[in-house]
């Protein structure tokens, strides 16, 4: 799996590739859904198969100080594509030059002569261009004459109603992770570097590894059931705390994750925690040993929810 940049040029074994064209944040069903029509054209017409993203995420962009929402980071979207059976990943910098070119530059400058695609698969609401001038129908009108063929994928249906991004948000911001992993097809997960904390953890008899929020989309604030994929490769069962710790001061927003049956030094390690059951919201508890009889029942509830 190769990961590209334009800022150097596409390698001559991937042009002429089928491109999957769009956001892709969440990587949920419907985005498996154009990836995979990609990987299908890709194999029947035995053209290599592009994944093309964007980062930062255009919505980053035009309002910044929006709240974190992103639902994968780029090294999770690259391991998820590999998986789907593209051949390479390419990370559209969303910048002011993207932002002001026009649908028809980005289909003739970029997508034609700078990747060289042969054709173009999208979701049926994808935008692009200055002030979201292109769309389905402008490729699929304008791509022949460049040498591209475009398709478009409908929605996917669950439950009555088109999946998206958006639907993954709002069930982990209710604190339904299992609501959202039948969307992603997966558990939503967040990836990073284990971080020294103040290791309360450890003196009560739950050491915990620590991983900052990030970018990434903040839940529902509370207790998960949770597996956890350490840099190894090795995946291991586990409880977390995800929110401002309200027990102790000051509040620090943080994801700390126990590892069942497990020891070892994880600092600066990256890890990836998946969110597989919300156990309950955060509580403040003003005497230790209530917090550590908590922590007991929560360690209990999350094992028999992994079971």
Known sequence: ???????????????????????????????????????????HERRPVIVATFDPHPVRWFKPDAAPFRLTSLDQRERLFAQAGADAMLVFAFDGTLAATSAEEFIERLLAERIGAAGVVTGDDFTFGAKRGGNARVLAELGPAHGIIAETVAPVMLDGESVSSSRVREALGAGEPGRATRLLTRPFAIQGVVEHGDKRGRTLGYPTANVALGKYLRPKYGIYAVRVRLDDGSEHDGVASLGIRP?????????????????GDL?????????????????????????????DADSAAARAMLA
């Open 267 to 295: 600092y600066g390690r990256t890890i990836e925690v998946a969110l597989v059951g919300f156990i309950r919201p955060e509580a403040k508890f003003d005497d230790l040993g209530e917090l550590v009889k908590q922590m």
């Open 247 to 263: 027990s102790f001061d000051p509040p620090v927003e943080m994801l700390e994750t126990f590892i069942f049956d497990w020891s």
């Open 1 to 43: 799996m190769q990961r590209l940049t334009l800022d150097v040029p596409v390698p001559q074994a991937l042009r002429g590739a089928i491109l999957a064209l769009g956001n892709f944040d969440g990587f949920h069903l419907g985005h498996q859904a154009v990836v995979g029509r990609a990987v299908q054209r890709g194999a």
